[in-house]
């Protein structure tokens, strides 16, 4: 690692203008998540459908997160922060007006691609956490921006599922409308992070995303941290892509029932990401904290798939603060092995693994729970997506044993990049 580069003074910019816009940006998202599937419902015939569909459209935005999202993290490098950032927030606006003024299941698919393709925010905005932290800050940083995303779906799920009683498509003009203003004040108030003499030169060899996942994964020194983030990333993306419908299927759950839910979720993720996840680290530092989390969240998936009533899924994400804290721990972990020019593809990358899962996992999950939709509310059976989910962040655990647990070796240094890594 350039350790000149390291201790480099950070360069302007200023942490709290990228949280406000990753919380605009993200208000927008959560105004939607408990409406679309029921959005989807008016188009498609039958549940077995409805969650095919659902299944498709959360596949095709993934995919194109996954194609677009490594040339937007090197873009971010080459470029800087801010312009990606823009870029960004006007593409989610032309998002949800399409899928606003959608009459059928063509359009939403059109502004699943449009969005697909712009959902730049997370990636950048933790490049830009990166640029203006020390090393030791990046894993609390991170989190900061990660309880932003939390924040955004405290307040988002619940005004979409009061909006959505009003009208299926009213969420989404209101969302069009918060990305609009999300691009007026990154333009006003966003400053760049990443200098010029920083950035890193953009090659057309490195828009290929395997190839990008590819040099991660070559990097011996990660594989296994990278293998661990993967089954995470794909059991958290079977949840976010079913629990909708499930509880809609299970527990007859409406977009304000669903609404509701999610604001407990985001709620939770702030206080651990915003409050906790600094004095979690330091108690039990980031290792421990990571399998703790870990084996919260295997426990949770279980418990989900067995609930019998619906106040019951309130109680599980209440009880599972520390599964919160995996991936910002993970994520501050990998960062300390890239240099400073290359923390937009370290992110960019992460980020792609997890759009790989979304481009699986809801065909899957949602294939799942279309099978078993059928079934009675009590019948066990019916939460056989998050039975996967469970089996997934056991294997993640087992993985993670080796390279977390306390007291195994550190991780080896990585050699000097040829070029440019991660």
């Not at 605009?24 to 105004?31: C, P, Y």
Request: charged share 10%; proline share 6%.
């Amino acid at each position: 690692m350039d350790t000149s580069a390291t201790l480099a003074k950070a360069p302007a910019g200023n942490l709290k203008f990228v949280l406000i816009c990753v919380f605009i940006d993200l208000l927008g998202v959560g105004l939607i998540v408990p409406v679309l599937p029921a959005l989807v419902g008016e188009y498609a015939h039958g549940r077995e459908q409805q969650a095919l569909w659902f299944g498709i459209l959360a596949a095709v935005w993934a995919l194109m997160q996954f194609l677009c999202m490594p040339v937007i993290g090197m873009a971010s490098d080459r470029l800087g922060r801010r312009p990606v950032l823009l870029y960004s927030m006007a593409g989610m606006c032309a998002a949800f007006l399409s899928t606003a003024l959608a009459p059928n299941l063509a359009w939403l698919f059109l502004g699943r691609v449009l969005g697909g393709a712009s959902s730049a925010s997370m990636a950048v905005a933790s490049a830009y956490a990166a640029d203006v932290s020390a090393p030791e800050e990046r894993a609390k940083n991170f989190g900061k921006v990660g309880a932003a995303f939390g924040l955004g779906f405290i307040c988002g799920p619940v005004l979409g599922g009061l909006l959505g009683n009003v009208g299926l498509h009213l969420p989404f003009y209101v969302a069009a409308a918060l990305a609009a203003a999300n691009f007026v004040y990154g333009a006003v108030a966003v400053p760049e992070s990443l200098p010029a003499e920083r950035r890193a030169p953009f090659r057309l060899a490195r828009l290929n995303p395997f190839a990008a996942l590819l040099r991660l994964l070559r990097r011996r020194d990660v594989r296994g941290l990278v293998a661990v983030y993967t089954l995470v990333s794909f059991a958290q993306m079977t949840l976010q892509a079913t629990f909708v419908l499930y509880s809609s299927f299970r527990f007859g759950w409406t977009p304000r029932e669903n609404g509701v839910a999610l604001c407990c979720v985001g709620l939770t993720s702030f206080l651990v990401q915003a409050r906790l996840l600094g004095p979690l680290i330091r108690r039990f530092g980031e290792r421990r904290l990571a399998l703790a989390g870990m084996s919260s969240g295997a426990c949770a998936f279980l418990l989900y798939g067995l609930a019998t009533r619906g106040w019951m899924l309130y109680a599980i994400i209440l009880c599972n603060l520390l599964s919160f804290a995996v991936v910002p721990t993970l994520q501050g972990i990998l960062s300390k092995d890239a240099a400073p020019r290359e923390q937009g593809e370290l992110m960019g990358s992460l980020q792609s693994i997890a759009s790989l899962g979304l481009i699986v996992m809801p065909l899957v999950g949602t294939r799942i729970l279309g099978a078993v939709g059928h079934l009675p509310p009590q019948d066990w059976r019916i939460g056989s997506s998050f039975y996967l989910c469970a089996a997934m962040q056991a294997a993640a655990i087992l993985a993670a044993w080796r390279v977390l647990r306390p007291g195994a070796p550190a991780t080896p240094a990585a050699p000097p990049p040829a070029s440019h890594r991660l």
